[in-house]
T-cell receptor, first 114, second 111 residues
Framework: DTEVTQTPKHLVMGMTNKKSLKCEQH?????MYWYKQKAKKPPELMFV???????INESVPSRFSPECPNSSLLNLHLHALQPEDSALYLC?????????????FGPGTRLTVT | DAKTTQPPSMDCAEGRAANLPCNHS???????VYWYRQIHSQGPQYIIHGLKNNETNEMASLIITEDRKSSTLILPHATLRDTAVYYCIVRVDQAGTALIFGKGTTLSVSS
């Protein structure tokens, strides 16, 4: 299984809602990532988890709350988002052995905040 | 800031070779050159990477200049399905664990 899956594919939420994005991989990768991608822009790194511990938070607002409950699963909890948070949210994983940085990306969740 | 410079867009005729350039004049000796592509509304897809030597796989070839200041990704026989944004990446975040994307090149393949 060489796939990173993300659910849901699409999400529409109001500014007062609480929702979660889910990412899963079964490749044994111990590094997992969240990226945010606005239209016609490159992906921007949000969070990095290494061995289930948060290692990098790229100054992301607290309305985004990541969670890594186990080595296969990565969540992104959303609360009180703003319309400008509408974007494609990408999850990725990488093997932690080998020293090079081939990352495997999921298809993304298209988030619309109304 | 991105450490790479790529042309914003390129066109290629179907069946012809697509040569995508990338300048990375400040690359460090231990930094790899990675190429990813992103087809519209999908997640980025790994293509190839290299350090010093030229590399080839089933998708593409990577030519790195001897001084490592630039590289070229070659798609030998472009198809319509190769239309995508192509990212050349040579930097990683400070902890060395994630890829940082620059603006990329939008390749349009037409028949």
């Amino acid at each position: 299984d060489t796939e990173v899956t993300q659910t849901p594919k699409h999400l529409v939420m109001g500014m007062t809602n609480k929702k979660s994005l889910k990412c899963e991989q079964h490749m044994g990768h111990r590094a997992m990532y969240w990226y945010k991608q606005k239209a016609k822009k490159p992906p921007e790194l949000m969070f990095v988890y290494s061995y289930e511990k948060l290692s990098i938070n790229e100054s992301v607002p607290s309305r985004f709350s990541p969670e890594c409950p186990n080595s296969s699963l990565l969540n992104l909890h959303l609360h009180a988002l703003q319309p400008e948070d509408s974007a494609l949210y990408l999850c990725a994983s990488r093997p932690t052995q080998g020293g090079t940085y081939e990352q495997y990306f999921g298809p993304g969740t298209r988030l619309t905040v109304t | 800031d991105a450490k790479t410079t790529q042309p914003p867009s390129m066109d290629c005729a179907e069946g012809r070779a697509a040569n995508l350039p990338c300048n990375h004049s400040t690359i460090s000796g231990n930094e790899y050159v990675y190429w990813y592509r992103q087809i519209h509304s999908q997640g980025p897809q790994y293509i190839i990477h290299g350090l010093k030597n030229n590399e080839t796989n089933e998708m593409a070839s990577l030519i790195i200049t001897e001084d490592r200041k630039s590289s070229t990704l070659i798609l030998p026989h472009a198809t319509l399905r190769d239309t995508a944004v192509y990212y050349c990446i040579v930097r990683v975040d400070q902890a060395g664990t994630a890829l940082i994307f620059g603006k990329g090149t939008t390749l349009s393949v037409s028949s």
